[in-house]
Nanobody, 123 residues
Framework: QVELVESGGGLVRPGGSLRLSCVAS????????IGWFRQAPGKGRELVAA????????YYVDDVKGRFTISRDNAKNTVYLQMNSLKPEDTAVYYC????????????????WGQGTQVTVSS
């Protein structure tokens, strides 16, 4: 069974921080690119950050650049998304996804998905 399990979501005030984790089971994340997506109610999934297996390449959507940081610890089979200076518009279900690619995949080239973790930013 191939699984990705996200954790770390919750309720936070504007300006606060959260750290999301994504742990893989059934496979190792070596040689997989990992993306973090988010989906707000009534909206489609948006790729917000991605990282290659080597961590030499990363991607951030413009509205999180400078606030979010994606990283990975391949020895722990885990990918992280550090989210700082959170805004109400960051409220969404956040998903991690894996693609067996040597490049940063476009949003339609991820093969495995986690169940999601809710992030709510509200005062």
């Amino acid at each position: 069974q191939v699984e990705l399990v996200e954790s770390g979501g919750g309720l936070v005030r504007p300006g606060g921080s959260l750290r999301l984790s994504c742990v893989a089971s059934g496979f190792t994340l070596d040689y997989y690119a990992i993306g973090w997506f988010r989906q707000a109610p009534g909206k489609g999934r948006e790729l917000v950050a991605a990282i290659t297996w080597s961590a030499r390449s990363t991607y951030y959507v413009d509205d999180v650049k400078g606030r979010f940081t994606i990283s990975r610890d391949n020895a722990k089979n885990t990918v992280y998304l550090q989210m700082n200076s959170l805004k109400p518009e960051d409220t969404a279900v956040y998903y991690c996804a894996a693609g067996e690619r040597y490049y940063l995949p476009p949003p339609n080239e991820y093969d495995y998905w986690g169940q999601g973790t809710q992030v709510t930013v509200s005062s």
